[in-house]
T-cell receptor, first 110, second 112 residues
Framework: NAGVTQTPKFQVLKTGQSMTLQCAQD?????MYWYRQDPGMGLRLIYY???????DKGEVPNGYNVSRLNKREFSLRLESAAPSQTSVYFC?????????FGPGTRLTVT | GESVGLHLPTLSVQEGDNSIINCAYS??????FIWYKQESGKGPQFIID?????DKRQGQRVTVLLNKTVKHLSLQIAATQPGDSAVYFC???????????FGKGTLLTVNP
């Protein structure tokens, strides 16, 4: 099992550009999450999907959209990137209390 | 709003010593608490968890203590090793969607 995978690992965008971060899990988990982590900070929840076909906002959803494509995949889209969205983005999945995290995507917006 | 925070941002210990990392939480409705370890360049990794109806839980070399009276959580690592060097986060869950609220983290450095 690969666990939780994320692509890309690194990305540099110019202000106003758009991109989609991809996340997939092979553990048959119902729930999936997107977090961002800023320097010296804990992770903050952007969006989550409790099950296939449902999505809900987390603590910091502004500027992002998500799609739960199927049970395995949960993507995060930045429609018009801003420098404030420079961060490391983590995807996670769970079937219970223990969340499994991917390796992260380091995004820089210039 | 509700938050989870840490008393100490950094902790430096000698190899073989015991480490104690502390965490304060403010949401009295939280029913589950988790400690995560994050090594440089990696995603958080689950260490140990504890339900709100417990006050102590032990794992391999780690113990989590929960004091609901003062809303305090601690992680004890026995015989700390260089491989334990990482940032440690406490997190809490309130509700049925397993949404985590993270604290800011403590950087643990183990000196050989």
């Amino acid at each position: 099992n690969a666990g939780v995978t994320q692509t890309p690992k690194f990305q540099v965008l110019k202000t106003g550009q758009s991109m989609t971060l991809q996340c997939a899990q092979d553990m048959n988990h119902n729930s999936m999450y997107w977090y961002r982590q800023d320097p010296g900070m804990g992770l903050r929840l952007i969006y989550y999907s409790a099950s296939e076909g449902t999505t809900d906002k987390g603590e910091v959803p502004n500027g992002y959209n998500v799609s739960r494509l199927n049970k395995r995949e949960f993507s995060l889209r930045l429609e018009s990137a801003a420098p404030s969205q420079t961060s490391v983005y983590f995807c996670a999945s769970t079937v219970s209390y223990e969340q499994y995290f991917g390796p992260g995507t380091r995004l820089t917006v210039t | 709003g509700e938050s989870v925070g840490l008393h100490l941002p950094t902790l430096s210990v000698q190899e073989g010593d015991n480490s104690i990392i502390n965490c304060a939480y403010s949401n009295s409705a939280s029913d589950y608490f988790i400690w995560y370890k994050q090594e440089s360049g990696k995603g958080p990794q689950f260490i140990i968890d504890i339900r709100s109806n417990m006050d102590k839980r032990q794992g391999q070399r780690v113990t989590v203590l929960l004091n609901k009276t003062v809303k305090h959580l601690s992680l004890q690592i026995a015989a700390t090793q260089p491989g334990d060097s990482a940032v440690y986060f406490c997190a809490e869950i309130a509700g049925s969607n397993y949404k985590l609220t993270f604290g800011k983290g403590t950087l643990l450095t183990v000196n050989p």
